[in-house]
């Protein structure tokens, strides 16, 4: 599965996209604690999860959706209008 990073995250992580196994990962929340898992820069990054937004498959979703059949996964923090 690929999973984009946007903005803070991306700079945090060090990275704009990677390519993770998803097996095994039922919902967002286990992917964000399986990535938490990957060492200090991904810790940093999700270690306020109310702060990130999460787009699976392109359409915006929370952290208790399905990863089944989803090919992408993207992280953001909150977006604001203006």
């Known amino acids: 599965m690929k999973v984009l990073y946007f ?3 991306r700079e945090r992580i060090g990275e704009s996209e990677e390519i993770v196994d998803a097996s095994g990962l039922a919902t967002v929340s286990d992917l964000v604690t399986a990535l938490r898992a990957k ?3 991904h810790e940093a990054a999700f270690a306020e999860p109310a702060a990130v937004r999460v787009a699976v498959n ?3 979703r929370d952290f208790d959706a399905p990863l089944d059949g989803a090919t992408e996964v993207a992280f953001f ?5 203006g």
């Open 7 to 9: 903005a803070w995250l």
């Open 39 to 41: 060492g200090e820069r």
């Open 77 to 81: 923090p909150p977006m604001t209008g």
């Open 58 to 60: 392109r359409k915006v």
